[in-house]
């Protein structure tokens, strides 16, 4: 194509109407409705209801599954998971016994009495008790009594919640 035709077709559409009218703003007006499309009819309220009803069952068998499986492994969890927790640690001495140990954790209120010392402290769950010194007889009702053979040293008090 040379510069003498595209000159002239640039001439000619220039010259003739596109079809396309402009409008003032004040005159352009709003419809509302559309032609040939059928707009989403909003959710009936049994739908909403169904779809309630079936989330709450599916959290409710959800926290069942987990009630169920807590029952059968909480236990194996619990032994497993959470060690023994040191509930009290303290040295104990007969008059005119000195102690190695220089620090105490919970230690309990103990009194010596010949060969047996009578211990006041918290009874926790489960507990179990550790000695430096093999015992003949230990109790705890309302305070922890531990008899010896003999003593010849201090005593090493542990007492575990497991």
């Not at 003498?4 to 010259?15: C, G, K, S």
């Not at 969890?77 to 007969?94: D, G, N, R």
């Not at 016994?97 to 620090?103: R, Y």
Request: aromatic share 8%.
């Amino acid at each position: 194509m040379s510069d003498n035709e595209f000159n002239d077709l640039l001439n000619e559409a220039q010259q003739s109407e596109t079809g396309i009218e402009m409008a003032d703003d004040h005159e352009i007006k709003k419809v509302h409705k559309r032609k040939g499309i059928q707009l989403a009819k909003p959710p009936k309220c049994q739908n909403q209801f169904c779809k309630a009803a079936v989330i709450s069952i599916a959290i409710i068998v959800f926290i069942a599954m987990l009630i169920q499986i807590w029952s059968d492994y909480g236990e194996y969890i619990k032994t497993h998971t959470f060690p023994p927790k040191v509930y009290s640690m303290s040295a104990q001495c007969p008059s005119g016994m000195e102690t190695c140990m220089t620090k105490n954790y919970n230690a309990p209120t103990c009194e010596w009495a010949g060969n047996s010392i009578s211990c006041q402290i918290e009874k926790p769950n489960n507990h179990m008790v550790d000695t430096s010194i093999p015992y003949e007889r230990m109790s705890w009702d309302t305070s922890l009594n531990i008899t010896f053979p003999k003593v010849e040293h201090c005593l090493h008090l542990t007492i575990w919640s497991i």
